[in-house]
Nanobody, 127 residues
């Protein structure tokens, strides 16, 4: 059974940093891709960053390029999202998700591409 556990959310001031973690289990690591999504109140869930566990292909949404970094630790089966220079518009509930990697060299980035979801972790950014 695929299980994902997101953690690391909290409250920070604009310009601050947070590091989110996603603990993953129940699947062969190199067969999957992991993505981070976020949902602000009243808004649709959107893709933030994703990574292929097999070849390291990475995707970043334009809104977070240069500020967020996604990485993995295959030994620990963890995926991290380092968030720097946070802005109030980065606030929301952050979710990690996983999908069987069907295409090599591609990091899935759309909501409907993912099959497994963890619970969210709340990020609050004050101005």
């Amino acid at each position: 059974e695929v299980q994902l556990q997101a953690s690391g959310g909290g409250a920070v001031q604009a310009g601050g940093s947070l590091r989110l973690s996603c603990a993953a289990s129940g699947f062969t690591w190199d067969d999957f891709a992991i993505g981070w999504f976020r949902q602000a109140p009243g808004k649709e869930r959107e893709g933030v960053a994703s990574i292929s566990c097999s070849d390291g292909s990475i995707y970043y949404a334009d809104s977070v390029k240069g500020r967020f970094t996604i990485s993995t630790d295959s030994a620990l089966r963890m995926v991290f999202l380092q968030m720097d220079s946070l802005k109030p518009e980065d606030a929301g509930v952050y979710y990690c998700a996983a999908v069987y990697q069907a295409v090599i060299g591609y990091a899935p980035r759309h909501l409907n591409e993912y099959d497994y979801w963890g619970q969210g972790t709340l990020v609050t950014v004050s101005s």
